[in-house]
């Protein structure tokens, strides 16, 4: 049964990203998921030009940033309903696993964006055995 690492201040990036939302721009949703070699992260960015999102690794910390622009030009006050967003958006998270960034591979295809992180080796424990000497009085 593999150990999850749990962080306490995990809790306040759902309020980041309340703030982050009410700034105009939105926030994409992530699916994380891992399989024996890989994390997988899935976003819907449905009508987003794939040209025009950027996604990096840094430090385990996985980072979605891209642009949206509205299509057509419509009088602000003729709307009965506005809930479709426009503009820069932005969203980062830390990787449960180590992961070898350079290696990941992005795809878009319907609407969804599908990175594939091959997870970094894990780091093997090795026993050690110290020889203890009796010192001087």
Same mark, same amino acid.
């Given at each position: 049964?593999? !150990?999850?690492?749990?962080?306490?201040?995990?809790?306040?990036?759902?309020?980041?990203?309340?703030?982050? %939302?009410?700034?105009?721009?939105?926030?994409?949703?992530? +699916? !994380?998921?891992? *399989?024996?070699?890989?994390?997988?992260?899935?976003?819907?960015?449905?009508?987003?030009?794939?040209?025009?999102?950027?996604?990096?690794? %840094?430090?385990?910390? /996985?980072?979605? +940033?891209?642009? *949206? %622009?509205?299509?057509?030009?419509?009088? %602000?006050?003729?709307?009965?309903?506005?809930?479709?967003?426009?503009?820069?958006?932005?969203?980062?998270?830390? /990787?449960?696993?180590?992961?070898?960034?350079?290696?990941?591979?992005?795809?878009?295809?319907?609407?969804? /964006?599908? !990175? *594939? !992180?091959?997870?970094?080796?894990?780091?093997?424990?090795?026993?050690?055995?110290?020889?203890?000497?009796?010192?001087?009085?």
């Amino acid at each position: 049964m593999p !150990i999850i690492r749990w962080n306490p201040w995990e809790q306040f990036g759902d309020m980041d990203r309340f703030f982050e %939302e009410g700034a105009g721009g939105f926030v994409p949703a992530l +699916d !994380i998921y891992q *399989t024996k070699d890989a994390v997988i992260v899935e976003t819907p960015l449905a009508g987003i030009d794939p040209e025009d999102v950027e996604v990096s690794i %840094e430090n385990d910390i /996985l980072s979605v +940033d891209g642009k *949206t %622009e509205r299509q057509s030009e419509v009088d %602000e006050k003729n709307f009965y309903r506005k809930e479709v967003r426009y503009g820069s958006f932005h969203r980062s998270v830390r /990787l449960p696993v180590a992961v070898l960034g350079g290696k990941a591979e992005a795809k878009s295809e319907n609407g969804m /964006l599908k !990175i *594939t !992180i091959p997870k970094a080796p894990e780091a093997k424990s090795k026993a050690i055995k110290v020889k203890v000497v009796k010192g001087k009085k």
